[in-house]
């Protein structure tokens, strides 16, 4: 499930890392470039949710390899295309699949993971570590031939099809539509609104800075598309690690206290990223990769938690804020910087993970529900209660 995961949301990260390419070969404007992320994330964010209500009704193990195809398609044909319009159009059938992709991805991986904070981790290692990928993979591929050259794109898709029909087999019945029925216990709507409204600050600063800061480096370091793309690659590969140590330091110091850490390490690390000059933004970028990936995994089992008899729509929601919604703030950073400069419009994204700190304050710990029949039982989080 994590290298099928992988596969997938390579996907994700492949349309950031187009960016740069698209201003290179096509003279996209700041805002226009910006508008392809929109695209991505707009009709993903609108449906992913609806994708986890159908979850909580059906299991839909089918749904993995069909999206993983649909999000590899769209991205490898969106430097083949003619216009501007049809661009938008493929990217946004890439986003869906990746919609369809999470919701069913997340009850089977939480299924087999048997509520363990580790095992969610290595689930979601699995998205981070993809993304720290495409940069490099986008950088081998434009290298072959430029933007005619993103068909080759299409090949993760594949191999994500076939781990995701192999991984769904051999999970055996813990996946299907017995299982999938919803867990007694009490949802929790206002705090997990709350938990959302600390998510969708997280997203606008990570797209946000997944669609510029490739551009931003090689403005301050003077350097070209390495520089850049080494940036890039420092946010998402520190993220893949980030996963795993925010399960691993969520068991021992408990969720909440680990999550709200990670906001305030953010607030400082993109705070550097953004005013300090020359290299020390790739330790600064390192920074908030960790600070906006530690808790990326325990958004997703506290919201699980939080609404125990839908977490499909927990799942949908809180993975679809995660990396989508930020999308729609995108246009907004380019339109300003197109007005200004890059790093004007990259300054309001130092206060938006310190309005998520304080979004948590106050929120408790919910014990893990028993969701299924392959799930036992765990220790409570020693977090704050």
């Known amino acids: 499930m994590s290298t099928g995961h992988a596969c997938v949301d390579v996907y994700q990260g492949t349309v950031a890392a187009l960016v740069p390419y698209f201003v290179a070969e096509r003279a996209y404007s700041y805002a226009a470039a910006s508008g392809v992320v929109l695209a991505a994330s707009l009709l993903s964010s609108l449906v992913q949710p609806l994708f986890g209500v159908l979850t909580d009704r059906w299991a839909m193990p089918w749904l993995l390899p069909l999206s993983a195809l649909a999000a590899g398609a769209g991205v490898a044909l969106s430097g083949v295309t003619g216009s501007y319009g049809l661009t938008l159009a493929v990217v946004a059938v890439s986003g869906v699949g990746v919609a369809a992709y999470h919701p069913?991805?997340?009850?089977?991986?939480?299924?087999?993971?048997?509520?363990?904070?580790?095992?969610?981790?290595?689930?979601?290692?699995?998205?981070?570590?993809?993304?720290?990928?495409?940069?490099?993979?986008?950088?081998?591929?434009?290298?072959?031939?430029?933007?005619?050259?993103?068909?080759?794109?299409?090949?993760?898709?594949?191999?994500?099809?076939?781990?995701?029909?192999?991984?769904?087999?051999?999970?055996?019945?813990?996946?299907?539509g017995a299982d999938a029925r919803p867990a007694a216990g009490f949802d929790d709507w206002p705090s997990f609104l709350r938990l959302s409204g600390a998510v969708v600050c997280r997203s606008v600063v990570f797209v946000g800075l997944g669609a510029f800061v490739s551009l931003y480096v090689r403005q301050r370091t003077g350097g070209g598309e390495v520089a850049g793309t080494a940036a890039l690659f420092v946010l998402y590969a520190g993220g893949a690690v980030g996963t795993l140590a925010g399960g691993r330091l969520a068991e021992r110091y408990g969720r909440l206290a680990v999550v709200r850490r990670s906001y305030t390490l953010t607030v400082l690390a993109v705070a550097g990223l953004v005013l300090v000059p020359g290299p020390a933004v790739y330790l600064f970028t390192?920074?908030?990769?960790?600070?906006?990936?530690?808790?990326?995994?325990?958004?997703?089992?506290?919201?699980?938690?939080?609404?125990?008899?839908?977490?499909?729509?927990?799942?949908?929601?809180?993975?679809?804020?995660?990396?989508?919604?930020?999308g729609l703030a995108a246009p907004a950073i380019g339109a300003l910087a197109d007005a200004t400069s890059l790093r004007t419009a990259l300054l309001p994204l130092i206060a938006l993970p310190a309005l998520g700190r304080l979004l948590l304050h106050g929120l408790r710990d919910p014990a893990p529900p028993m969701t299924t029949a392959a799930e036992r039982p765990t220790a409570p989080d020693r977090a704050e209660r």
Do not use: I
Not at 120 to 131: D, P, R, V, Y
Not at 158 to 176: E, F, I, K
Not at 298 to 326: C, E, F, K, M, Y
């Open 104 to 176: 069913e991805a997340a009850r089977v991986a939480r299924a087999v993971a048997a509520g363990r904070h580790t095992a969610m981790s290595w689930f979601s290692f699995g998205g981070n570590a993809g993304f720290a990928l495409a940069p490099l993979l986008v950088l081998a591929v434009m290298g072959v031939g430029g933007l005619g050259a993103s068909p080759l794109l299409a090949v993760p898709a594949v191999l994500g099809a076939v781990l995701c029909a192999v991984a769904v087999r051999s999970a055996g019945p813990g996946t299907g």
């Open 286 to 326: 390192a920074l908030t990769s960790a600070g906006l990936y530690v808790p990326f995994s325990l958004h997703l089992t506290l919201a699980q938690d939080l609404l125990p008899r839908r977490t499909g729509t927990a799942s949908g929601v809180t993975l679809g804020l995660a990396v989508s919604v930020g």
